[in-house]
Each structure stands twice: as structure tokens, then as C-alpha cells.
């Protein structure tokens, strides 16, 4: 079974950074695609970043240019670089995992961690 666990989230102020971490084990595929989503208090859902098989990257609209999700060379690792946070940006962080067939930041994945809360102050 693909396991997943998310960590690095806590409180920061508006305009700083934070680095979330998806320890990866128990790969049951050769190909994965891997995934960040977010639930904010009384929101649905949302993916947030995608990263796919061949390293193809796909950013919601609201995070592209202070986002970057990336994976260590081992695969071991996912991570979510933010940079210049926003309240909006507030939520609970999952990092999520499936086969590589449909890999964006729209199809829910099958695997998921337990999440991360980010807290952004104004």
C-alpha cells in the first residue's frame, strides 16, 4: 500500500515562505503522479500542483509564480515550496498519489496523506 505523510506546516505572516514535505514509501507502480491539494475552512477542495511522470508541472491560477512542487531523485520526497503567502492561501495541505494515467490538478488521486495545516496572518 502506497503511503504518504505530509509535514512542515505551521503559521507564518502574509509575504513569507514555507516548505511542506510528502515522505513517499510503498510504491505499488512504475510511474506516479503526484499531487498537492488544499481545503481552506468552508471550501471545497482544490488541487493545488501537479507533477507528473516526466516532470511535467500544472499550478492553479491562484499559486502560479509563488508555488513549486517538486520530488527528490530517490522519489522519496514531494515537496511544496511557498513562497509570498497569503491569507487565501490559508488550509489544510494533502499531498496525494496515484498511477500515472490522468496526472493534473483536477482528477482526485487514489492515495493520500493525513495533511498539513498552513496558517497565513494579515
Known amino acids: 500500500q502506497v503511503q504518504l505523510a505530509e509535514s512542515g506546516g505551521g503559521s507564518v505572516q502574509a509575504g513569507g515562505s514555507l516548505r511542506l514535505s510528502c515522505t513517499v514509501s510503498?510504491?505499488?507502480?512504475?510511474?506516479?503522479?503526484m499531487a498537492w491539494w488544499r481545503e481552506a475552512p468552508g471550501k471545497d477542495r482544490e488541487g493545488v500542483a501537479s507533477l507528473n511522470s516526466n516532470g511535467f508541472r500544472e499550478y492553479a491560477d491562484s499559486v502560479k509564480g509563488r508555488f513549486t512542487i517538486s520530488q527528490d531523485d530517490a522519489k522519496n520526497t514531494l515537496t511544496l515550496e511557498m513562497n509570498s503567502l497569503k491569507p487565501e492561501d490559508t488550509a489544510m495541505y494533502y499531498c496525494a498519489a496515484d498511477r500515472d494515467y490522468i496526472c493534473n490538478i483536477r482528477r482526485t488521486l487514489e492515495y493520500w496523506g493525513q495533511g498539513t495545516e498552513v496558517t497565513v496572518s494579515s
Open positions: 510503498g510504491y505499488r507502480y512504475r510511474r506516479y503522479c
